[in-house]
């Protein structure tokens, strides 16, 4: 039996200039494999990460307080040490009751890479998480992810296990990793070990692999940063005792809210398209490209050579006054390239942050009506996080007044966590999964997310983070798990586009099997 050698975890840095962790796994057969963990927006722990968290209380985001906590625990190291001792511990229940339900990401504090660092989880790795793992055999994920979150780590809330000890980014990135060694043990892709993992195939049957193409999905135009997202969509399908895997639909994200659009009457976040006419994911991915670049041209003539900057996820931010402004351009560049019967529009909504003042506020059920009016007037497919993250009730409504023929996609209200999604099911608070393997920390609980979210009808999507690296397992990841859907950034940033380029070598392997999801990217296959 080949088993782990040895783990070793080092501090690397995401494509915002941000510290992370990577892990390589060493083999008894001499293979070795590597993982990185990738960070969303919000991060840190803390003092800090409170801060962050409570937002809305303009007093705590001034910088003059910052500023206070940051000169006192220079002058009382000790007493800071043990107050974030004493937070380590509570601040898990204590993000429950201020809304943050991700798996905590362990930061170090202190005054080098302004606190962000990870020093901490990277020994927690080399000095906890490896030595345990010495021996055993890394095609059994289920074991050893149930033993670094359970015996390891041991941190509990009411949503399950929060990796408050150890930190979410050492256990994923060492579960990432023993997922790519246990590919490297069965001698298998990546993207064909999630067949044990969903359906508990025997992986030493005969599979016929077929893609279906990505669809290069339109994010909506939202009212921060300006980024172009892509989901993809892969079918897997057991007939005639065979499985078939197809290539997820895209999700490009094209526009993303930019600082300053905060202060003004926007609601959404993100603008994504939905080519969901490409005959395959190459097609997909030429016409999501010749959109971005249409737009580009679109915004550069409108707005001037400065509104074509892009963003963490390689989408445009230009000064847009109001929702639509930013339909309309994503309709003129659609227009542009020649593909308005082949590509529809979709829209990510953000509440993880408010107007300074607060002032820019809206009810649940003018929001609800808002939205059902952009439905009316334009080719929406999908909405993502249309309501702050606690807000159960309007979900509610919103899904079942349009969910039959719009996906509502439950991010920040789901969080990848199987608890949240089992709660979603039975309120029917929305129809998809956002799948961030990093919202909830291990492989495992991310295939079983993905599970409970296909038996009940759900879509589902897989999605890169703004923080990302140059590791492409999400990629495999999406069509291991026939997700449908795929979200990985703009045609724009090499660490966008590793995953892009990944999923085209995945089609070119599959050869002529490939298959195209197209307009059935909500439900490509039958629950499993």
């Known amino acids: 039996m080949v088993t782990i050698q040895f783990v070793k975890a080092r501090q690397i840095f995401d494509s915002r200039g941000n510290p992370t962790v990577e ?6 057969n001499g293979a070795k494999v590597s993982a990185a963990v990738p960070s969303g927006a919000s991060t840190g722990k803390g003092i800090g990460r409170i801060l962050e968290r409570l937002g809305a209380f303009s ?8 500023s206070l906590l940051t000169k006192l625990e220079e002058l009382f190291p000790i007493i800071f040490n043990n107050m974030s001792t004493l937070l380590t511990f509570f601040s898990c229940y204590l993000f429950c009751f201020l809304g943050i339900y991700e798996a905590l990401e362990l930061r170090d504090g202190g005054s080098d890479y302004l606190g962000k660092g990870v020093s901490k989880a990277v020994a927690n790795v080399n000095t906890i998480i490896g030595p345990a793992l010495i021996g055993k055999d890394p095609s059994d994920q289920t074991g050893i992810d149930n033993f670094m979150v359970q015996q390891l780590d041991g941190t509990v809330n009411e949503w399950g296990w929060c990796k408050q000890k150890l930190g979410a ?26 067949l044990v993992g969903l359906l508990g195939t025997d992986i030493t049957m005969s599979f016929e692999y077929s893609i279906l193409q990505t669809l290069l999905a339109t994010s909506t135009w939202c009212c921060r940063f300006l980024h172009s997202m892509s989901s993809t969509v892969v079918h897997m399908q057991e007939i005639n005792s065979q499985c078939r895997h197809a290539l997820d639909i895209t999700f490009d994200l094209f526009l993303k809210d930019a600082p300053w659009l905060r202060f003004i009457h926007l609601c959404l976040q993100e ?3 939905l080519p969901i006419g490409a005959p395959s994911f190459k097609e997909a991915m030429k016409m999501g490209v010749e959109v971005y670049h249409h737009l580009k041209a679109v915004i550069k003539k409108k707005y001037g050579q400065d509104a074509t900057n892009v963003g963490d996820e390689g989408g445009f931010a230009p000064n847009i006054q109001e929702n639509k402004e930013g339909l309309e351009l994503l309709k003129t560049a659609i227009a542009k390239a020649g593909y308005t019967k082949e590509v529809n529009k979709t829209y990510d909504l953000n509440f993880k942050e408010e107007n300074n003042d607060g002032s820019e506020k ?30 159960w009730e309007h979900y509610t409504k919103l899904t079942c007044e349009i969910g039959e023929k719009v996906q509502i996609v439950g991010d920040d209200l789901l969080v990848t966590n199987p608890k949240r999604v089992e709660k979603a099911i039975k309120e029917k608070a929305c129809n998809a999964l956002l799948l961030k393997v990093n919202q909830i920390g291990t492989v495992t609980e991310s295939i079983e997310a993905v599970k409970m979210s296909k038996r009940a009808g759900w879509g589902v999507m897989a999605s890169h983070r703004s923080g990302e690296t140059e590791d492409t397992f999400i990629a495999d990841l999406s069509v291991g798990l026939a997700t449908g859907q795929i979200k990985t950034g703009a045609p724009c940033r090499s660490e966008r586009l590793a995953k892009y380029n990944q999923l085209l070598r995945i089609e070119e392997e599959l050869g002529a099997d490939a298959v195209y999801a197209g307009a059935n990217f909500r439900k490509p296959v039958e629950p499993y």
């Open 362 to 391: 809206i009810s649940g059920d003018a929001l609800k009506n808002l939205y059902k009016s952009f439905v009316n007037e334009y080719p929406i497919s999908s909405i993502e996080d249309p309501f702050d993250q606690d807000d």
């Open 169 to 194: 980014n050492a256990i994923l990135a060492v579960s990432l990793a023993v997922c790519k060694a246990g590919a490297i043990v069965k001698n298998i892709p990546l993207y064909k070990v999630f």
């Open 23 to 28: 892990v390589d796994i060493g083999l008894s």
């Open 271 to 273: 603008f994504m398209i």
């Open 59 to 66: 007093f705590l985001r001034s910088h003059y307080l910052r």
